[in-house]
């Protein structure tokens, strides 16, 4: 029986999780991997908070260096949150020569390059599980088995809370802003839900899967971003009847060495695998030239989940001899022969609003048709306010083509109210 | 750069599969593991069949000993299916002290203690995960995962052949007869379809998934098991009325020290996430006490994706220095402690055909309450021959309540039409 020695940075909701697995399951842990883990000290920032679990006060100090720099310290649990200092602990971890197990998706997509860096000079571990997607194995699925397949898309609903909220205003037919508010009554979303709803923490986890799908490192910054906080119940309800269902997804495709990556809201049709992962729930679906499809669902956040991912990489890191890194095309900047285009094809949803006149559907046709835009649904429902509701759905096109074709639309007569994209076919 | 010399057992429609994605994708394997795979020699049957993919014939050999007794060649893929001479083969080659990846379910369902046994004792490495459910990564999320879980439940779908038929018959109304006939011609049924319309092979792949999931061996033989060749157009129809969908479903189950293991057609709501689980596609749906409900889906068969199972094993099984084996809390009997009962709790679906005479509901209604067995839903059909169709679902109940209730109603006023079980509430 192996002890390894443990300290926590932080222990909050994630880090209390992962005490209670841990003190609750160890027996079962030490029979099933015979290894026991001893956990020696914990950062907080107030010694003498109410926490959740009953942590004895003798393991708690204030002191990063008591866990980053201390001999007796083998394996370092960061949940800090944050980019700093969370990052700047791990580093110094990692530079002791300690395995580092972190649930910070922000911390690492921003600093992956130099954490990973560090890890490989001071041969130290480096497991990042419970970043993305909680309890769902996304990560070792990524590395431990699809190492064999050229991934050539993924799409993922990575955040909870805006599945939560899309769930319920497509289930509803409810405004945004309701059940934004409701959601944080429940605990759902934060006080300040811009990292959520406006997509920045998805786009940090897709930055980290898509650079470990497609062994090529995709910065958070080339991630085009665009969240849930502008999207109408008009258009989930007019996608519902055309078969579509709306999520806020992170997607990611690769074609040669042509890489797009971006969060954003998307109809999806109903029959789709994706469309059905409703409430806090998420999953990632994929394809592989191998594997062909292929989805993980499960718990994406939450105490005991996210424990579940991070106890499992502390286990996985005890049962090696020596750490092992993902290996990667390039640096944190996109290597030279890669390329993240803007310019991404998929099908579009268009709603517009147009004045009851001749000649209105001729000049959306012919703006559409000017840009080789082709249409492959289009109801034009009874006039609102004397303005007629004209919603269409295209073929394949290019992005840029079409916002070319939506600003040659937009007219006094013809307003062009909201464009979705449309994947998954 | 790493060489690792390999053998195939068999190059069948899986060996050509793995022999073209090392081949087609070696420089990226190469690139991404720092290893690569020197096949020395591969076993057939008959050295100048035709075979899909080129594959030079000096490679070729009858002889099986020219594998697994090569010093030369350190790792072993075996491709042969069925239990022997596969077993054999495999001990040969784990007590030569090769490391043996295998596709081969029903070898290993059946072998496993005398290949792990030997696995351990000399020290060789043993992988599997391409024997269940394909591309999909059951065994490595299992075991490197979901260690830090106390799994209770597992509901899989892991057996194309029978979903492709149960998804046609529920779509069309098709006759089971019609759609396996039809299965057969398109390559998707064997021309002996027992082994999967009978649910063998789904209980072999239960039988390893659920020792896996509870670290406790559950032998093939203790599992209950209840093909599709019985099932009944008129039941998937009822019950797609009532809001669900039939499955195959292969389940298992621990509560305290008691287990419970089976296949059988299922009827699960239409909302749960294995309900959209269709043609041949494969998932598993399971909860543990930390990562809540999780589901993994894909591809369960085929070649490339059966390649993607078996090289990914090969890499991971090159990335370690000493191979880990399974703990298992008994060895191929059941231990001591565990019990698998036959008397599992769920909801069942009951149809009845009945004499319209008065008195029948009362006789129906007292034979399932002298069983403590409450009614969730209960429809009267109109009469077909002149005898009415009853169809109902049952609250939760004990299995031999159930059937103790069943035999109680059936008589010459009512008759049992069919009993389907009802899960995923």
New interface residues.
């Given amino acids: 029986m192996r002890t390894i020695t443990v300290g926590f940075l932080g222990c909050g909701n994630i880090g209390c999780g992962v005490w209670k697995?841990l003190n609750e399951?160890g027996e079962?842990?030490r029979?099933?991997?015979?290894v026991r883990f001893d956990i020696k000290r914990i950062l907080v920032r107030d010694i003498h908070k109410k926490r959740d679990e009953t942590v004895p006060e003798a393991l708690l100090t204030t002191d990063p260096a008591a866990i980053t720099d201390d001999p007796a310290i083998e394996m370092v649990l960061e949940f800090m949150g944050g980019e700093e200092p969370a990052t700047q602990y791990m580093l110094r971890a990692l530079e002791m020569g300690k395995t580092v197990v972190t649930a910070n998706k922000m911390a690492l997509a921003l600093n992956w390059h130099l954490l990973q860096a560090a890890a490989e000079k001071h041969r130290s571990g480096l497991y990042y599980?419970a970043a993305v997607c909680g309890?769902?194995?996304v990560i070792?699925?990524t590395i431990?088995?699809?190492?064999?397949?050229?991934i050539e898309a993924m799409m993922g609903i990575v955040n909870g809370t805006t599945n939560y909220i899309l769930t319920r205003m497509s289930q509803e037919g409810s405004a945004y802003a309701d059940v934004l508010k409701e959601a944080q009554r429940l605990g759902l979303a934060e006080p300040d839900p811009t990292s959520d709803v406006e997509g920045f923490d998805a786009a940090y986890k897709l930055s980290i899967l898509s650079s470990l799908a497609f062994?090529a490192r995709v910065p958070f910054d080339v991630i085009y971003r665009q969240g849930i906080s502008q999207v109408n119940a008009a258009d989930i309800a007019y996608g519902k009847e055309l078969g579509y269902t709306m999520k806020l997804l992170a997607i990611a495709k690769r074609q040669g060495n042509v890489i797009d990556a971006r969060v954003h809201p998307t109809f999806i049709p109903n029959?789709h695998?994706l469309a059905?992962?409703n409430g806090s729930?998420n999953a990632i679906f994929l394809h592989?030239?191998?594997?062909?499809?292929?989805?993980?669902?499960?718990?994406g956040a939450?105490s005991?989940?996210t424990?579940?991912?991070v106890?499992?990489d502390m286990?996985?890191a005890a049962?090696?001899?020596?750490p092992?890194h993902p290996?990667f095309?390039n640096e944190n900047a996109l290597a030279p022969g890669l390329r993240v285009t803007d310019d991404w094809h998929c099908s579009f949803y268009i709603r517009l609003s147009a004045s009851d006149r001749p000649g209105v559907m001729a000049h959306i046709t012919a703006c559409l048709g000017n840009e080789g835009i082709s249409i492959r649904n289009l109801v034009q429902r009874d006039a609102v306010a004397s303005r007629a509701q004209i919603v269409l759905i295209t073929h394949d096109a290019g992005e840029r083509s079409l916002r070319q074709a939506l600003s040659a639309i937009d007219s006094p007569d013809v307003r062009v109210e909201s464009m979705i994209r449309v994947e998954g076919k």
């Fill in positions: 697995l399951f079962d842990i029979h099933r991997a015979e599980e309890a769902i194995p070792r699925t431990d088995s699809l190492q064999s397949n050229r062994h029959d695998p059905s992962v729930f592989g030239h191998a594997c062909d499809d292929m989805m993980l669902f499960g718990r939450g005991a989940p424990a579940s991912a106890v499992s286990l996985y049962s090696r001899e020596t092992r290996t095309h």
